[in-house]
């Protein structure tokens, strides 16, 4: 039997800053009772911003190494992003997969699959139309292949979709119109949803090269169970239905009561998910969400110690063939 704890965490813009060291370890007291009770064996991490030692010099994961520092993650394998074009890191928003075991693979996807493009606004009345806007991917997916003690690989992708909140658009008639608000609800929807897209043909990908492949896609969709893009992840087309590419959601598993990784406005929302392909579904023993005491997004006060969303962890017990 091989057990093992999968875990997925938005740490909630976790920086790092020399003039503000007594804000980051009050941060840090907070958030390394929580991983350790993760317990993980395989934790996804999102919003970790990226720091420079030098003004000029390249950003680095200062933030993350003080935070992991004399925790049981401290020495786990590592698969992180960078800013795409580049070899160093995002300032703000990148992802990271700790592992206690080894990976054969890393890779990060940024239209790898599905293109960027330009979306033509519609026209105006008059007949003028803005410039298109260019559909980008705000940052990149994270892809890591496990390597399970005497088993087969686990193969994760964590991702952190953008939230459904309007981008500036350009319209003739301003960018405060009613306009340019409903284009730039659109166009954030293009972006949330077609990164879904290309997480799932991704997916796709995997389930192509080994059929009974142990998958799981982890992270904040900033999207609830019924929205379009975790359906797109999922796959198979309405809720409910079943195949054998058909990712199930690990977190939908939990009472009801305590369902929620995310309070906005008084109303819990399950925005972070973890989906497995079936095969690792089948090992599935029990999902946790560590929610006690989260506090509401809309009404928290201006620092936050831990963070305002909740992990979520998986605990799966595999039979050796």
């Known amino acids: 039997m091989q057990s093992f704890r999968l875990a997925t965490f938005n740490l909630e813009n976790l ?8 804000a980051f370890a009050r941060r840090t007291a907070a958030l390394r009772p929580l991983l350790e009770a993760l317990d993980a064996d395989i934790l996804c991490l999102q919003e970790i911003h990226a720091q420079r030692i030098h003004k000029r010099g390249a950003r680095q994961y200062i933030a993350l190494e003080r935070l992991l520092t004399s925790t049981r993650y401290e ?16 300032d703000v928003h990148n992802l990271a997969i700790l592992s206690r075991w080894p990976m054969r693979a890393r890779r990060q996807i940024h239209h790898d699959i599905v293109a960027r493009w330009d979306w033509p606004p519609p026209r105006e009345a008059d007949g003028s139309r803005s410039e298109p806007v260019a559909i980008v991917w705000d940052r990149p997916l994270l892809y890591a292949s496990v390597e399970l003690p005497d088993g087969p690989l686990l193969h994760i992708v964590n991702l952190h979709l953008r939230a459904p909140r309007a981008l500036p658009v350009a319209t003739a008639r301003g960018l405060g119109s009613s306009r340019a608000q409903i284009e730039g609800q659109f166009v954030a929807a293009l972006k949330r949803e077609g990164q879904a897209l290309e997480a799932r043909l991704f997916t796709e990908l995997l389930f192509d090269a080994e059929p ?28 409910g239905a079943e195949g054998s590419r058909v990712l199930v959601p690990l977190e939908e598993c939990v009472e009801p009561a305590r369902r929620f990784t995310v309070i906005h ?57």
């Open 15 to 22: 920086d790092w800053s020399a003039t503000k060291a007594d």
């Open 75 to 90: 020495a786990f394998h590592r698969a992180t992003t960078v800013r795409p074009g580049t070899d160093a890191p995002a």
């Open 212 to 239: 009974e492949a142990l998958i799981a896609v982890a992270g904040d969709f900033n999207a609830d169970e019924h929205d379009a893009p975790t359906r797109l992840l999922r796959g198979g087309g309405d809720d």
């Open 265 to 321: 406005a008084g109303r819990p929302t399950l925005i972070d998910h973890l989906l497995a392909s079936p095969a690792l579904a089948a090992a599935w023993r029990k999902t946790t969400i560590l929610n006690e005491g989260l506090q509401d997004e809309v009404y928290a006060k201006q620092f936050i110690e831990t963070s305002l969303h909740a992990p979520v962890v998986a605990e799966f017990q595999l039979t050796s063939k």
